[in-house]
């Protein structure tokens, strides 16, 4: 009998029901670490291998495949919509996104037009081509988009080179700052809408960056699209998980956004996470340095933070 | 009647007293941002600014004239005792402090000595000009050290290159990193201990980057060091002021180590440090990237947060 995906512990975990082991698995587990990636990909670009739904549906089987992970996460990047609409960035292996002619004023907005359903059809057929394979063995798939603030970041500064750029664009001209955020939230919305009708079984979303925002930037340029982003993608009955950094400093306004599931970082005890997430679901908390160092060392604290997690639960239930 | 210092609204916020008005003044108040500043330096190191007393009390003093803030800091820098010892480190302009030869290994730690009192004469001989200037008007001196993990990580990594080296240390080779922090941790105490001696009035304890460790790493490389470096202050008589960025996941620890005061940074709410610090005062809050936009963003964010402060502060009371 094939086991029903809706009854798999990552999307059961997802909607915060009871799992008989705790589901594992991996931001970027598909990519430069597996010797059989680096083989598949050769020396083009990452943009250009996402375009190829073949190979990159094989990136995203290679991982299930080697480590047995409880999701696979589709093969694509947060600047895919950027790259579609025409906008011009690259990623560059070693840097990060890089863009040619970044946004510097509103006279620059014309050139992030809509996001069309055929700009990310190659990302759609990769999710076809992956649940197909997936069908099997009820292994559930994870589509992603990027939100705003995060995506903007590449296409005001120009790359991966902070922040005050469009920072000084929220304080100088929040006008244009929303058009843009508003553009962008429009396209992370077709972006995973496409890839849940071509079979993705939950959704996360990268606000990445976050945590560089203080509280009055976050109330006023970030949380309101990512509200309409979480809602947008409950709508369509998928589990939605939220990514950032550095959140520590708002956990309880993040808990308010609408998200299923909050994907932290290293930066806060995972059970203080628990705690203050009311009504989500918590997944994350290993800092992937750890890897760097000796196998046990990355072991021990990938199963302190699993017991962490079943400990608070347990307290969570006993109260 | 020359106004007593103890008096002053720092001090007294400091020590959580009641201040008819919120005391205010800035990190890197000293410095390029200033004409005069850039005047008085010319083209050499920072470093060779520091060790010229004379020099570095002049750089200490004109922001107090300049904008009459309500302490001055004295112009040093974390990275003087490693420079004083002969450990071979630079502070280049625009890059950071850059080490020649780093710590790589148990091998390299002998060549951090003991820090003497003759090793920082020239920060205390600037503490003492500077106490001898302000003493006529009652405007306190803060004296700083760098703590542990943060000084490591210039002097592991060669500069400001990230922290995968010094966690890749802390993970394999614990005993190496334990050696390391325990000798910055006597060296941080005899540099602040010299500058109380020579008539600062409190002390800010820099562990800039205490939020890129996970609570293991803090709770074994980080706390305990911090938690000697505040007693030994605080047996000196003056407040202790801790300073870091991204603790919004660490609060309720960082205010079980014994100090005054916490310095936060921009990425949580003012008030819910305030309630989340029960025993410590509460400065900061501003990101300073605001400096960039308009003049009336920067005042309106600077008021914000402290209305926010003020009525946490009634909020609290009231209770």
Not at 56 to 70: H, I, K, M, N, S
Not at 104 to 122: F, K, M, N, Q
Not at 201 to 209: D, L, M, N, R, T
Request: aromatic share 8%; hydrophobic share 45%; net charge negative.
């Amino acid at each position: 009998m094939v086991p029903a995906v809706e009854e798999s512990s990552f999307l059961r975990a997802c909607r915060g029901a009871t799992v008989g082991r705790v589901p594992v698995w991996f931001m970027r587990q598909a990519g430069r670490s597996l010797p059989e990636y680096r083989a598949l990909r050769g020396s083009g670009s990452i943009l250009q291998a996402i375009a190829d739904p073949a190979l990159a549906c094989e990136a995203t089987l290679q991982p299930v495949r080697r480590y047995g992970v409880d999701a696979a996460i589709v093969f694509s990047d947060i600047v895919v919509p950027l790259h579609a609409i025409g906008f011009g960035v690259d990623v560059v292996p070693g840097t990060g996104p890089v863009v040619a002619s970044p946004v510097r004023g509103p006279g620059d907005l014309d050139r992030i037009r809509p996001l069309e359903e055929d700009d990310v059809a190659h990302v759609a057929e990769t999710v076809r081509l992956v649940a197909k394979e997936l069908a099997g063995d009820g292994t559930p798939l994870i589509g992603l988009a990027g939100a705003p603030f995060t995506v903007a970041s590449y296409a005001v500064e120009g790359g991966s080179q902070g922040f005050t750029r469009l920072k000084t664009m929220l304080y100088a001209e929040p006008k244009t700052a929303h058009a843009l955020f508003d553009k962008l939230t429009r396209a992370a919305i077709v972006q995973i809408e496409e890839q849940i009708a071509a079979g993705a079984e939950a959704a996360q979303i990268f606000e990445s960056w976050l945590g560089e925002l203080d509280r009055y930037d976050l109330e006023e340029f970030s949380f309101p699209y990512l509200a309409r982003i979480a809602e947008a993608v409950r709508k369509k009955g998928v589990p939605v998980i939220f990514f950032g950094t550095g959140m520590g400093g708002h956990l309880e306004r993040i808990a308010a956004l609408g998200f299923d599931v909050v994907s932290i970082d290293w930066r806060m005890p995972i059970e203080d996470a628990r705690a203050r997430l009311p009504g989500a679901a918590v997944q994350g908390n290993l800092d992937s340095t750890v890897l760097l160092g000796p196998k046990e060392a990355a072991v021990d604290r990938a199963l302190r933070i699993v017991k962490a997690v079943v400990d608070a639960v347990h307290a969570f239930k006993w109260k």
